[in-house]
């Protein structure tokens, strides 16, 4: 029924920046929470950063003051901006959005953000 996007990745040298976009569509009444989890090669999942249909927000602790995640709700769509980025920010980033009417999140097949000199 939803369907995520996601766009924005690609390679980057250590200290730069990248905007990572994600746009739901489908049939969606409503958000609770849209957000980003990456996983690098080898490693698990790992949450990033959430933003809620009211504007909160919630970051690792290890992308804390270096990403910053917000959205427009009428267009169903999130970002993430990326700074400072790290060679161990390397990932495929995964967007998700969870809707009140499913007990399970939506997910984005990925997008590659690559972090090297």
Do not use: H
């Not at 769509?77 to 390397?90: A, I, P, R």
Request: hydrophobic fraction near 35%; proline fraction near 3%.
């Amino acid at each position: 029924q939803v369907r995520l996007v996601e766009s924005g990745g690609g390679l980057v040298q250590p200290g730069g920046s990248l905007r990572l976009s994600c746009t739901a569509s489908g049939i969606i009444f409503s958000i609770n929470t849209m957000g980003w989890y990456r996983q690098a090669p080898g490693e698990q999942r790992e949450l990033v950063a959430t933003i809620t249909s009211g504007g909160m927000t919630n970051y690792a602790n290890s992308v804390k003051d270096r990403f910053t995640i917000s959205g427009d709700n009428g267009k169903y769509t999130v970002y993430l901006q990326m700074n400072s980025l790290k060679l161990e920010d390397t990932a495929v980033y995964y967007c998700y959005v969870a809707v009140p009417q499913r007990s399970m999140p939506y997910w984005g097949t990925g997008t590659l953000v690559t972090v090297s000199s």
